[in-house]
């Protein structure tokens, strides 16, 4: 059974610092990738797709990679800003069926 | 496009209580997705349809929850009778291809059973 792990789960940074978020998942057959944000009594907004051929993909001040084989893949935040915070959620899917989430770090930018 | 549209966005009913909860996914979307977060388990798959067939209910917790989805544009996820321990958030997703490529979630339903 896939298995979906995000370090750390909580996370305070001062403004403007770059940071990473890290998800670890257990069986490497997946794919595809996806990194959500979720913002507190809201749903989840999509933020990045990762294919299982893919390496990363990038979105404005966003980064995530894929390093399939050792089941990896990491987000990071440049020049991060108070409206980052939110939890971010990593989440695998083999295919012909559902997402398998992590539990989510929950990130808080501080002013 | 409206996006994923669930209703309600808020439901309180009391135990034994049957619930109903709706979907209309994206237009042109041919997979759609049940799941349920709570604090302890977080994000769940319940139920997955493909083409509007069932593929994947493994995750549907017992017999007192179902799921339909009788045309492309509509799903309901009932819950009859319902308990405490359904209290949680329902999220629906949808996506496109075969197999689906990224989920679009809408906005969820947040169900407490008293």
């Known amino acids: 059974k896939q298995e979906v792990t995000q370090i750390p789960a909580a996370l305070s940074v001062p403004e403007g610092e770059n940071l990473v978020l890290n998800c670890s998942f257990t069986?490497?057959?997946?794919?595809?990738l996806q990194w959500f944000r979720q913002d507190p009594g809201k749903g989840l907004t999509s933020l990045l797709l990762?294919?299982?051929?893919?390496r990363e993909q990038t979105s404005g001040r966003l980064n995530a990679s894929l390093d399939k084989s050792s089941g990896r893949s990491t987000l990071y935040i440049a020049a991060s800003q108070p409206g980052d915070s939110a939890t971010y959620l990593c989440a695998v899917s083999r295919g012909a069926d559902g997402l398998t989430f992590g539990k989510g770090t929950h990130l808080i930018i501080q002013p | 496009d409206a996006g994923v549209i669930q209703s309600p966005r808020h439901e309180v009913t009391e135990m034994g209580q049957e619930v109903t909860l709706r979907c209309k996914p994206i237009?042109?979307?041919?997979?759609l997705f049940w799941y349920r977060q709570t604090m302890m388990r977080g994000l769940e798959l319940l139920i997955y349809?493909?083409?509007?067939?069932?593929?994947?209910d493994s995750g549907m917790p017992e017999d007192r929850f179902s799921a339909k989805m009788p045309n492309a544009s509509f799903s309901t996820l009932k819950i009859q009778p319902s308990e405490p321990r359904d209290s949680a958030v329902y999220f629906c997703?949808?996506?496109?291809?075969?197999?689906?490529?990224?989920?679009?979630f809408g906005p969820g339903t947040r169900l407490t059973v008293l």
């Open positions: 237009s042109g979307h041919n997979s």
């Open positions: 349809f493909n083409n509007n067939v069932p593929i994947d």
């Open positions: 069986d490497s057959a997946i794919y595809n």
């Open positions: 990762i294919q299982s051929s893919q």
């Open positions: 997703a949808s996506s496109l291809g075969d197999p689906p490529v990224e989920q679009f």
